[in-house]
């Protein structure tokens, strides 16, 4: 078989990790490797936004050594391959837009690719409306490196004519490039991720980790898959049980620093409590309408439609717990939510030792937008409203409302716990899914070892980044001299 991998960025483990462990895989099984990498022509990307030449001379000395620890032949290629019309259309590309919604809707063919650059956008500013003017040179950088990445990979398609593709999480700029390539010209395409702990990684067939509908399907595949009903409940039950404990396993547990059973000194348990969780936006804003809100556009102005409809019954009290990962950020709507005041609405905010699974005790209701405490909720038998969309909206284990009225209409009804089988299906899937590492050892959720080595630079190259980094501007100027030279490579001479 003929394999693509395309590895753009080495910095972070373990997904660089995963990039070696898919190639050393296919090298042990007889397959021609052909490896895409990124020499710092891309002119911005979600691990170097500025482009400084220290982070892109770090990212080139962990890929040497990783590259060193494989054994069997592998073709490099730079990530451009561009032909004399592919530079003409990415020098007159579209850079300037009127709104956040013009960026978002912007295609090229079926390529959303100001869909990709918002989302990742919003990633690294952790504002879902970042300001346009503020980053106008970092979108339009984005948008000839992405544009240049998507017909460099449909020009490597055609060259070599790969069997299978394999490519890091599909969602960031430029990595949807490849993605939306292989999928316009039928070629499967594997895109990899963290897996259900440290020492799996998972792969998504012609899709992303955020297709619901797929992975829907893959939740009941797993359910499925097991016959035995008291295993496969002990598992799913064991997600849920270790969520509450705070027990890390692929990704940071938010309520660590949270005091056990510490609750707000205002909360009577006599009265109606409808807990709200809400969540933070950065990895599922602009990535499709499958996440579309089926009630609002922002859930913000649902929380506070929430408090303004509640505003004076007296047998009700809601509490916002923000969500801890939204600590030490600040933008517009979330301003909005700190200035809300109600007599029966008590915000905790993100930094607060206020225990999460104790405001969940004592509960008589809570409302999600998608955050895993809806799907946590129903399982410890909590009657659970998802006002958003999630991997467990369709399981049967939420209420799951179609407008404002119809949220408001279950807040104030007596409602009893769902079944709580769909739940189980999904701690089940979330504690079982991935591909056990062969090669890589992690020692935690950002380091490891590849074949027994600790990849860092070699010590030449870490003297040189070390006194860049001390020289800062110096740093920047090489960096800004090496994106202006790269912009000749995506643009004709003449542009």
């Known amino acids: 078989m003929k394999i693509l991998v395309i590895a753009p960025y080495a910095v972070h483990t373990p997904h660089f990790e995963t990039d070696l462990e898919i190639t050393q895989n296919h090298l042990d099984q007889g397959d021609q490797l052909i490896l895409l990498r990124c020499n710092a022509e891309l002119l911005t990307c979600s691990v170097n936004r500025g482009h400084d030449i220290a982070t892109c001379l770090t990212c080139l000395a962990k890929r040497s050594a990783g590259m060193k620890l494989l054994s069997g032949r592998i073709i490099e290629k730079p990530m451009y391959f561009l032909r004399k019309e592919n530079r003409e259309e990415i020098a007159r590309v579209k850079k300037d837009f009127s709104s956040l919604e013009d960026l978002k809707y912007f295609k090229i063919e079926n390529y959303d ?18 300001d346009l003017g503020k980053y106008k040179d970092e979108i339009a950088r984005n948008l000839l490196s992405c544009l240049a990445v998507y017909r460099s990979i449909q020009n490597y398609l055609n060259y070599y004519n790969p069997d299978k593709v394999y490519v890091f999480n599909g969602r960031f700029a430029p990595l949807r490039a490849a993605l939306r390539a292989c999928q316009n010209q039928g070629i499967e395409i594997l895109v990899h991720e963290r897996g259900n702990n440290l020492n799996f990684y998972s792969l998504y067939k012609n899709t992303t980790p955020h297709d619901i509908s797929y992975i829907n399907k893959e939740i009941e595949k797993a359910w499925e898959s097991n016959r035995d009903h008291s295993d496969r409940n002990k598992i799913a039950s064991d997600f849920f049980i270790d969520k509450r404990k705070g027990i890390e396993k692929s990704w940071f547990s938010f309520t660590r620093e949270q005091i056990k059973d510490l609750l707000p000194p205002n909360l009577d348990g006599n009265k109606i409590n409808i807990m709200i969780y809400n969540s933070s936006e950065d990895e599922f804003a602009a990535i499709g309408d499958e996440w579309k809100n089926p009630i609002f556009v922002d859930q913000h102005d649902e929380i506070a439609n929430i408090v303004h409809s509640m505003m004076g019954n007296k047998n009700v009290h809601v509490y916002l717990r923000i969500h801890p990962n939204l600590k030490n950020v600040r933008y517009k709507q979330l301003d909005k ?4 005041h109600a007599p029966n609405f008590t915000i905790i905010p993100p930094e607060s030792p206020i225990s999460s699974y104790a405001l969940l005790e004592k ?3 809570v409302v999600t937008f998608g955050s895993t405490v809806g799907v946590e909720a129903a399982y410890w038998g909590i009657p659970s409203i998802l006002a958003g969309q999630s991997y467990y909206r369709n399981l049967g284990c939420t209420y799951n409302p179609n407008s404002h009225e119809e949220l408001i209409e279950m807040l104030l009804t007596d409602l009893p716990p769902k079944d709580k089988e769909g739940a189980l299906k999904y701690g089940y899937f979330f504690n079982t899914f991935g591909i056990r590492f062969q090669h890589f050892e992690p020692d935690g959720l950002f380091s490891g070892s590849f074949k027994g080595t ?3 630079e070699n010590p030449l190259s870490r003297l040189i980044i070390i006194m860049l980094r001390i020289a800062f501007p110096l740093n920047k100027f090489f960096g800004k001299i090496s994106m202006y030279f790269n912009i000749y490579k995506i643009k004709p001479f003449h542009s």
């Open 454 to 456: 600790v990849l860092n």
């Open 363 to 365: 509960a008589s209701k």
């Open 113 to 130: 690719i100001g869909s990709e650059i918002l989302s990742s956008l919003i990633s690294c500013t952790r504002n879902p409306e970042p």
């Open 337 to 340: 939510i700190y200035s809300l």
